[in-house]
């Protein structure tokens, strides 16, 4: 699978350890930065080209970290079409994608170990949307909110 991550300050070491993890499972890993530890730099320099690539499918699912998380997060949901949750547990890494078709996992570096997050990213790249009709219904409208909030 083709998976891009992308880091601030806050989140660098993370995306380093998690792009070698993946690399060591056989996915291509798309790394938009940060390239360098560098304390003053902002999470959407690097959140937003990732969403951006995850919306136009340039890469399968993307991965973001930051400190908390939150911030990534926030910057990856203003890009149309990218479904970005805030993940801190298992059951929320897959049930995100198979119940709400999740296409960017956001991690916070500060608030879980480097262990869970690999276990986060495991549930997340090896979980399916279910395509249910009720999932794919809520997700109808979410769409139809992106397209009429189009700036």
Known sequence: MRIGLAADHGGFDFKEEISVFLSEAGHEVIDFGARTLTLEDDYPDYILPLARAVAKGEVERGVAFCGSGVGASIAANKVSGVRAGLIHDSFSAHQGVEDDDMNVLCLGSRVIGIELAK??????????????????????????????NLL
């Open 119 to 148: 276990e986060l990213v495991h549930f997340f790249l090896n979980a399916s949307f279910s395509g249910y009709e009720r999932h794919q219904r809520r997700l109808d409208k979410v769409a139809v909110l992106e397209r009429e």
